[in-house]
């Protein structure tokens, strides 16, 4: 065999035409094939392209997998490229190969250019070695898989099929081959243009890679029986636009539009060949965060009790729906409820119900966090239940359940999260969060409080504002000293000697991530202080510098704190407003544990 090499400054040539068409006169572009591998447990394959000087990240469509396993195509081999794709893939470019010629099989070593010198001749030449030709990427197959391959005929496809994560809404004609992983209900909704109908399906490719497709209109009552669970489809002539975080249940940067020209097929005996449901699970304990938020969360846990049906009369249209409460643990120990609606709570939830003592594990996709309870679950239109799945979090769920689990005690995530001030310093370490959570999001509380729980310092109490007001001893509402003598209360009407003063505290907090303005008032406002109202007035009105010592103690004092976030109207404009609901000293002990238990889950994630 006639010697061969790459083409110098290939990868050069290909980062300044990252979208050759037909017509563009490109020079010869080849590479050699370094760390092939497969994806996942799909069809395709990953490799880095080198032209011995530089290297990119490339994919091989599926299309080529039986000339992998065939073989011809292998690690250190040669690949002449007719025709690709640059995509962005995470921020990082992706050389997306759709069309290709096998130059040479495996060389001896990877081919390294002189970075240094631009003449051709630079480049080191090596033969192929002929003794490895025999090696094929099926034995990449048998050490990744532990089988060898499945034959080539499987995928013998004659259109050109477009993995997800090369998509982008500039690209023209595609084709996708993908699986139905989880399909929402149809919908109606009225705007400024009228009324219409929408639904949502997700769909999951054979590398792993998801998107959501939206349809209205007539493409959804078209599409809406012909997108069935679990079927793989071909889907081509539909559109690409940015994701809508608000409304995005998948992770991908795009969203896609089908319409009534949109075309779907059946892709007939190719189910086994794409990935199921993709699941990114969040444990009980630290759903905290995402409470009232727009973020859709999934979930796993064992089944700890089920609740009958009952019936719901929904206000916005009157409309009667079923309802049904479950509760999960997890191995963090804390249980929540998930109320599941409509058909999954007649139908999945009658199944959980059947088998309820058997203490089922359900993994379950995108489910709305809600404060009913301090913290809970709610299932929405496009919410999917798998009943013990098998996967492998689910299979450590239930060892953990039956070696431990069934035996220890369990409390629930809401337990001491909700609005009453009677939370201990328990209830800080359940769903904390940095100031900049609560700064960074000013949608916060927009339709209801929403809690958090925050470590930080006292950084600044304004000495010249209103720390309190005069109140009634009876009903603690604001009095107004009466003609004469005494005070008068609008509550109770009636005219008093005597009043208490109670705290109006507005102070700023900062942590590592920021700070913060929170009002405080008379029991939560004392324990910061360290004194009652009454006392700090004394200070107030003294000569001295009493008062102003009093309040410099208070600043740079850790404590945890219990807040609900809000929003007030002020001047016609909204405004977050933060509110201390209850505060406890620092107990570093228990803080250590909490933070040495947070960084063991993070290392446990990696």
């Not at 690690?75 to 050389?95: Q, T, W």
């Not at 705007?191 to 639904?199: I, L, P, Y």
Request: proline share 4%; glycine share 6%; with cysteine.
């Amino acid at each position: 065999m006639a010697a061969k090499s790459v083409t110098v400054d290939a990868i050069s040539t290909i980062l300044a035409n990252p979208s050759p068409d037909s017509n563009q006169n490109l020079p010869e572009i080849v590479v050699q094939v370094l760390d092939l591998s497969r994806i996942g447990s799909g069809k395709a394959y990953r490799f880095t392209a080198s032209d011995g000087k530089r290297k990119i990240k490339a994919l091989l469509q599926s299309t080529f997998t039986p000339d992998i396993e065939a073989g011809k195509i292998q690690n250190f081999g040669l690949l002449r490229i007719l025709d690709y794709a640059l995509n962005d893939v995470r921020s990082e470019k992706f050389l997306m190969v759709s069309k290709l010629e096998v130059i040479a099989p495996a060389l001896e070593a990877e081919i390294k250019n002189d970075v240094g010198s631009g003449d051709e001749q630079s480049a080191i030449i090596l033969k192929p070695k002929q003794e490895f030709v025999a090696k094929s990427a099926a034995q990449i197959v048998h050490e990744q898989r532990g089988n060898a391959a499945a034959p080539a005929a499987r995928m013998a496809i004659s259109r050109r099929v477009h993995p997800l994560a090369s998509l982008n809404p500039y690209q023209g004609n595609w084709t996708i081959k993908v699986r139905l992983t989880n399909k929402g209900n149809m919908r109606t909704y009225r705007n400024a243009k009228g009324e219409g109908c929408v639904f949502n399906v997700e769909l999951t490719d054979e590398d792993g890679t998801q998107i959501q497709a939206t349809m209205f209109n007539e493409a959804a009552k078209k599409f809406l029986e012909i997108f069935q669970l679990g079927k793989v489809y071909y889907i081509s002539k539909g559109t690409l636009r940015v994701a809508n975080k608000q409304f995005k249940t998948v992770q991908n940067n795009y969203e896609m539009t089908l319409n009534e020209n949109s075309l779907v097929e059946v892709a007939s005996d190719e189910e086994t060949f794409i990935p199921e449901t993709k699941f990114d699970f969040v444990s009980i304990d630290q759903l905290g965060p995402y409470v009232n938020g727009k973020e859709l969360i999934d979930i796993i846990g064992v089944v700890q009790n089920v609740s009958s049906t009952t019936s719901i009369r929904r206000k916005i249209d009157n409309e009667t729906i079923a309802k049904r409460d479950i509760t999960i643990a997890d191995e963090s120990k804390k249980t929540v409820v998930v109320s599941l609606w409509n058909d999954l709570a007649t139908d999945i939830g009658q199944e959980l119900l059947d088998i309820a003592d058997k203490s089922p594990i359900v993994a379950i996709k995108a489910l709305k966090v809600g404060d009913f309870q301090g913290v809970s679950l709610s299932t929405i239109s496009r919410s999917a239940i798998q009943i013990n799945p098998a996967s492998p979090e689910a299979n450590k769920l239930r060892s953990w359940f039956d070696s431990e689990g069934k035996e220890a005690p369990m409390v629930s995530i809401g337990s001491g999260l909700g609005p009453s001030p009677n939370g201990g310093p328990r209830s800080m370490f359940s769903d904390r969060v940095s100031l900049s959570h609560i700064t960074a999001n000013p949608s916060l509380g927009s339709e209801k409080p929403v809690f958090f729980s925050i470590r930080a310092y006292i950084s600044f109490v304004k000495p010249d504002q209103t720390l309190w007001y005069r109140a009634c001893k009876t009903c603690n509402r604001k009095v107004t000293e009466a003609m004469g003598s005494g005070y008068w209360c609008e509550g109770c009407q009636k005219n008093e000697g005597e009043c208490n003063l109670r705290y109006i505290l507005a102070t700023k907090v900062s942590d590592a991530s920021g700070e913060a303005w929170v009002s405080s008032f008379n029991q939560e406002a004392e324990k910061i202080i360290g004194l009652p109202a009454e006392e700090l007035d004394k200070l107030k009105s003294q000569e001295g510098e009493e008062y102003q010592l009093a309040l410099k103690q208070v600043t740079w004092v850790p404590h945890l704190f219990r807040v609900s976030v809000a929003q007030n109207e002020y001047n016609n404009e909204k405004r977050q407003r933060v509110t201390v609901r209850s505060v406890a000293p620092v107990d570093f002990a228990a803080e250590s544990r909490f933070l040495l238990e947070d960084i063991s889950k993070m290392k446990s994630s990696q």
